[in-house]
């Protein structure tokens, strides 16, 4: 078959639109460092209104709650009358009606109109109640499946050193299943298919008759159907430059249409069929509503918090904590237990962007600059272990090797429903080769990143990063750190207190004017958020006194926030081990003084930032470009895997299998799940997450918030295109940015 042309669409043109429908697709990371990611990432170059009415079209879900959601809220009266005329205001620019919340419990009831692009499996389920799209998914996700596995399969799919499409192009070619299923001539179609997969899109954008103004809105709706497998395409390509998997898979799924075309009289590529609206002006307005009301509110508790924190003689404990909300309620348990007690937040890896165990140890949006090792000695059964493995992989052997072994297995179930052993706590050495002019600067830009003064620092420091600790639970990094690329914050703490404490860089510091002193102790420890413990590591650099007293306050903290979490982390059994970050909803970046005597419900992100105490505004770029990013991210994966748990999240967690030891499938079968399960977010009759974008709330002046702004084009785009809302606070004074560079007063109370 040779290779031929789209009427009307050039090569340019098929090349633009390919890309247009790529870049739309999120990134998915695996499950060994499940990092949470903004499902629409490669939207946000549209406003939330336009991506949402993009996902009607080409998605074919929606991007917010069901209309009686909303109307419970108002019932309950988490929505407020004022803040629904508000919303209608911004969404219309027209005078709210007289009564809003009866114009908008009438208008939620009233359905709108969207049309969407259909694929050729859409439109022939939709027509004959066939189940076309579920076989393709199926059939795309066994070769995936195959495909990408390393290690959980012993049975190795061939050809696997060649590209994803030519090694599925080999297998499909002799592959009879799509035969028997009713698709008569497939294995002819792959055999004729060009080696390259671009000549391979545009052959069958052809055989489709794809129109010009479609082509990229009916490319992007293809990957939408198989969205968790495009998505993993789209990581593994940020991993590997020049893999181009997802014009891969995008072949690879045309391939399918082609052939679907035989039995689909009737269908034009394309064309756009009408349903039911997700994204409604009334849903819409009582999202923005719904926003509106818990940002007043949170404003009214913040403008009336004291304006500079109390001082004692000197601080006899700071404590720098991630700024993960799990955190919020543990720092105000700790600064409770004596006078003199500070917490502080910050993102979680401490500045330190590090390397290890082949891991990134920072968030995504950074690349890691240092490689920190851990001293493992030699076993001399490593061969045996591995030679077990491969016993248990087998397939004549896996059986009788349970069997065998079922004694062994027996001792190792009962340690870890006893207890113990423990995944957390851990001993070992840490290595790196860093120069010192490197590790003085690293500890320098942290002091003053963590506002950290050398002259107000006390006796002991803690520096405690955070992680989960679950049995059974494929998604267990989810709960640890963002911060820390789905992570442990462990290696970061142990390595910024070590550098901290380390005489050479303090003496290189001093020549710095940068002081520390001489009684000051650095020590790491690590929050373990399923059970409020903290540990400490390393604790030989504290005297007997200090240590007993640091754990007592840590242990007493642990108390008031409860220990329910033991049995959690330990019950294989359960679905529910910790609530992760769910209530999420607001990021505030202020002087601990704007936050101390408030109880915010683990609902906030807390960054600490002085603006006074930075006068070139790199703290304030530092914290808009990074934290906030990596907080939109966890606050719209949450918000994403609430709304639409069936395109943007994992489904129910009873069900799930682990495909290939880097992702999710519900059932047997089926694409490659992305997002959160509904356990993370339901507790079986009630949402424990309230969907709500991410409120940012930050104490600096607005001119220096706008030049950030200026000069970060995508951080302005999340702003602008109503992805987070900002808020700027300034005394007593609130404002909200608003598009085109404006600051709206914002009444508070």
Request: glycine content about 8%; aromatic content about 8%; overall charge negative.
């Amino acid at each position: 078959m040779p290779v031929q042309s789209v009427p009307g669409l050039s090569n340019e043109a098929i090349a633009t639109a390919i890309e247009a429908a790529c870049k739309r697709i999120p990134p998915l990371w695996p499950l060994q460092n499940f990092v949470a990611v903004n499902p629409f990432l490669g939207l946000t170059d549209r406003t939330f209104p336009q991506a949402a009415r993009l996902m009607d079209t080409v998605g074919h879900g929606t991007m917010l709650m069901a209309p009686e959601y909303y109307g419970r809220q108002c019932q309950a009266g988490r929505i407020a009358e004022a803040q629904i005329a508000a919303a209608y205001t911004d969404c219309t620019g027209l005078p709210a009606p007289l009564h809003a919340a009866s114009w908008l419990e009438a208008e939620l009831a009233r359905n709108e109109q969207a049309l969407r692009i259909q694929t050729v499996a859409d439109w022939l389920d939709h027509v004959r109640g066939t189940n076309w799209a579920g076989f393709v998914t199926d059939e795309i996700s066994k070769w995936c499946s195959s495909y990408f596995d390393r290690t959980q399969s012993r049975w190795a799919m061939p050809r696997r050193d060649e590209s994803l499409y030519r090694a599925w192009k080999h297998a499909a070619s002799i592959d009879l299943n799509p035969e028997v299923y009713g698709l008569r001539g497939f294995r002819m179609l792959v055999r004729a298919l060009p080696e390259c997969e671009e000549a391979a899109i545009a052959q069958l954008l052809f055989l489709l008759d794809v129109p010009v103004a479609d082509a990229g809105d009916f490319l992007h709706r293809q990957l939408m159907s198989i969205f968790g497998w495009s998505a993993w395409s789209v990581y593994r390509e940020r991993q590997t430059a020049g893999e181009n998997l997802t014009r891969q898979l995008l072949a690879i799924r045309l391939a399918y249409e082609a052939a679907l075309l035989a039995i689909a009289d009737g269908y034009h590529a394309g064309r756009r069929s009408s349903a039911p609206a997700f994204f409604t002006t009334a849903g819409y307005v009582a999202q923005l509503a719904a926003e509106g009301t818990f940002r007043s509110a949170l404003a009214a508790k913040l403008a009336t918090a004291p304006a500079e924190q109390q001082s004692v003689a000197r601080t006899r404990l700071q404590a720098v904590f991630c700024i993960d909300v799990r955190s919020e309620g543990y720092r105000r348990a700790l600064e409770a237990q004596a006078d003199g007690i500070e917490t502080i937040g910050f993102a979680g890896f401490f500045g330190m962007a590090l390397e290890f165990q082949d891991s990134a140890r920072c968030p995504v949006l950074i690349s890691p600059r240092y490689q920190v090792k851990s001293e493992k000695p030699e076993s001399g059964m490593n061969w045996l272990s591995g030679a077990w493995s491969n016993l248990r992989g087998s397939a004549s052997a896996c059986f009788p090797s349970v069997e065998t072994g079922g004694l062994w297995y027996g001792w190792a179930i009962a340690k870890r429903l006893l207890g113990w052993s423990d995944k957390v706590v851990g001993s070992l050495e840490l290595k790196w080769q860093i120069p010192l002019e490197s590790r003085v600067q690293l500890v320098a830009d942290a002091l003053r990143n963590m506002s950290l003064a050398p002259h107000k620092l006390a006796p002991v420091v803690l520096i405690c990063g955070h992680g989960s600790s679950t049995e059974n639970n494929p998604y267990g990094s989810s709960l640890d750190c963002g911060a820390c690329g789905g992570h442990k914050g462990d290696v970061n703490a142990r390595f910024a207190a070590a550098l901290m404490n380390d005489p050479e860089v303090r003496e290189e510091l001093k020549r710095r004017n940068i002081a520390i002193p001489a009684d000051t102790v650095f020590i790491a420890g690590l929050h373990i958020t399923t059970t409020h413990e903290v540990v400490l590591y390393d604790t030989e650099v504290l005297a007997p006194a200090q240590l007993g007293e640091l754990q007592s306050w840590l242990r007493n903290a642990s108390q008031m926030q409860g220990r329910e979490g033991v049995r959690r982390s330990r019950d294989w059994s359960e679905v529910r081990p910790e609530w992760g970050l769910a209530g999420n909803a607001a990021f505030i970046a202020a002087p601990r003084s704007r936050t101390q005597s408030l109880d915010l419900g683990g609902r906030a992100f807390l960054h600490d930032y002085d603006s006074a105490a930075d006068p070139d505004g790199s703290v304030l770029s530092l914290i808009l470009t990074a934290p906030v990013v990596v907080a939109s991210w966890i606050n719209l994966q949450y918000f994403g895997s609430t709304v639409n748990n069936e395109l943007f999240g994992s489904g129910n967690k009873v069900l799930h299998n682990v495909v290939g030891t880097f992702g999710i499938w519900e059932g047997n079968a089926g694409d490659l799940r992305t997002g959160l399960p509904m356990q993370s977010l339901h507790d079986g009759e009630n949402w424990v997450h309230e969907p709500l974008r991410l409120q940012v709330f930050v104490e600096a002046p607005r001119a220096r918030i706008d030049d950030v702004l200026a000069a970060h084009p995508q951080v302005k785009q999340l702003v602008e295109n109503a992805w987070i809302h900002l808020i700027a606070m300034e005394g007593t004074a609130f404002h909200k940015r608003k598009p085109a560079g404006l600051w709206e007063p914002m009444p508070v109370g």
